[in-house]
């Protein structure tokens, strides 16, 4: 089993729709997480980090469940410029080790 | 616009080549990475260095030499790669050692072994 697992998707989503999707780890001491957006040959940017309460930034909302291992990011009012591919990265207890999920694409369409 | 500079953005070299991947921070952090990104796969790991000294080295070949000459600068050097080395290749940056300090990255070199 892969320590961090994503949907590769796409998800195809229509202007306006909200979508959402997961990613799983599989080490339950991991401690912190983030949502990274890459663009098809940019670097990876950071989207937004997620808190243990969840947090939103806008459209997006990022929401951790500690019981069941897996992050989740929603996307409401879709915009065309949302389509990227999403990559989940999570944080070991200790040291500087960061494990990317493989990512999912989302395809916002007119 | 990145905090994390990288240069070149492409480079193209033969398999006897050898040549260097720069990067630059100035945000402070003491945490610095080198990751390999190959089309439609997420970055893989490469090297950390923590505090200027090498501290994660995931089994990459010798052909991939790091060095980090300051806290600030990460240089790739590269010699004798094959073909399939050809790829993305990212810098990123993080506060050492802290909870939540995600990883910035720079703009990556595209690298293409002929």
């Known amino acids: 089993r892969k320590e961090v697992e994503q949907d590769p998707g796409p998800f195809n989503v229509p202007e306006g729709a909200t979508v959402a999707f997961n990613c799983t780890y599989s080490?339950?001491?991991?401690?912190?997480f983030f949502w990274y957006r890459q663009d098809c040959r940019k670097e990876p940017k950071l989207l937004m980090s997620?808190?243990?309460s969840g947090n939103e930034d806008g459209r997006f909302t990022a929401q951790l469940n500690r019981a069941s291992q897996y992050i989740s990011l929603l996307i409401r009012d879709s915009k065309l410029s949302d389509s990227a591919t999403y990559l989940c990265?999570?944080?070991?207890?200790?040291?500087?080790?960061?494990?990317f999920g493989g990512g999912t694409r989302v395809l916002v369409k007119p | 616009d990145t905090e994390v500079t990288q240069t070149p953005k492409h480079l193209v070299m033969g398999m006897t080549n050898k040549k260097s991947l720069k990067c630059e921070q100035h945000?402070?952090?003491?945490?610095m990475y080198w990751y390999k990104q190959k089309a439609k796969k997420p970055p893989e790991l490469m090297f950390v260095?923590?505090?200027?000294?090498?501290?994660i080295n995931e089994s990459v070949p010798s052909r991939f030499s790091p060095e980090c000459p300051n806290s600030s600068l990460l240089n790739l050097h590269l010699h004798a790669l094959q073909p399939e080395d050809s790829a993305l290749y990212l810098c990123?940056?993080?506060?050492?050692?802290?909870?939540?300090?995600?990883?910035?990255f720079g703009n990556g070199t595209r690298l293409t072994v002929t």
């Open positions: 990123a940056s993080s506060q050492q050692g802290q909870f939540n300090s995600p990883l910035h």
């Open positions: 080490n339950s001491a991991s401690q912190s």
């Open positions: 990265v999570v944080q070991e207890a200790a040291g500087n080790k960061l494990t």
């Open positions: 945000m402070g952090h003491r945490a």
């Open positions: 997620v808190y243990s």
């Open positions: 260095y923590s505090y200027e000294k090498l501290s």
